[in-house]
């Protein structure tokens, strides 16, 4: 069946690098791509999503990027913060109102 | 601006008693309403959706039901309980717009022993 999947468990970076995390998708029919952030014992907190007309979007300090040739997603935190540790998980929707969701990378962020 | 609640945030209970866990949202109207589950270290599997009052989906089947009596309220229930039900329970919700990101509620943290 379809999945979502991310290419990295868990990620270390030092505060003020720049981090990307990862994400593949296999549904060719996705059309919507969000990222989230979860701290531990917490809800999952939105941070970004892209459309699939689009191949990169900007928040702050952060940026989305879709390659849906390779259905590949990025995730890329810029001057990471320690604030910034936290599981990132990705997930795609194709149809209908349900987000399948990727299990997750681990980012740490070290002094 | 919208908040979305859920209660209880931790709870404890026995194999074979019965769940009720409520999520409700304030502050939008006419939301579609989610609840998920999390196994620990886990992603998230979406056990049921809902697009208005008393219209239910359900993704998995399990041992698990749902109901949407009001609007804003979203109910997950179980009439006995399972050691395999343990899990970080989220209530998400989001706008009519199937390209709207959804957003979650803090959680319940429920183990079953």
């Known amino acids: 069946g379809e999945s979502v999947g991310l290419h990295l468990p868990t990620l270390s970076v030092q505060e003020g690098d720049n981090s990307i995390i990862n994400c593949a998708y296999s549904n060719s029919a996705s059309d919507y791509f969000i990222w989230y952030k979860q701290e531990s014992g917490k809800g999952p907190q939105f941070i970004i999503d892209i459309r699939s007309n689009m191949d990169k979007r900007q928040g702050q300090r952060v940026t989305v990027l879709l390659n849906k040739t390779v259905k590949h997603l990025s995730l890329q935190i810029a001057a990471t913060q320690p604030g910034d540790s936290a599981v990132y998980f990705c997930?795609?929707?194709?149809?209908?109102?349900?987000?399948?969701f990727g299990k997750g990378t681990s980012l740490l962020v070290t002094p | 601006s919208q908040t979305i609640h859920q209660w209880p945030a931790t709870l404890v209970q026995p194999v074979g008693s019965p769940l009720s866990l409520e999520c409700t949202v304030e502050g939008t109207s006419n939301p579609n309403l989610y609840w998920y589950r999390q196994a620990a270290g886990r992603g998230l599997q979406l056990l049921f959706y809902?697009?208005?009052?008393?219209?239910i989906s359900s993704e998995v089947p399990q041992n698990l039901s749902a109901s949407r009596p009001q609007d804003r309220q979203f109910i997950l229930s179980s009439k006995k309980l399972l050691l395999s039900d343990s899990g970080f329970y989220l209530c998400?919700?989001?706008?009519?717009?199937?390209?709207?990101?959804?957003?979650f509620g803090p959680g319940t943290r429920l183990t079953v022993l």
């Open positions: 997930a795609e929707k194709s149809s209908g109102y349900a987000l399948n």
């Open positions: 809902s697009v208005g009052i008393g219209q």
């Open positions: 998400a919700w989001n706008g009519r717009s199937s390209y709207n990101e959804q957003f």
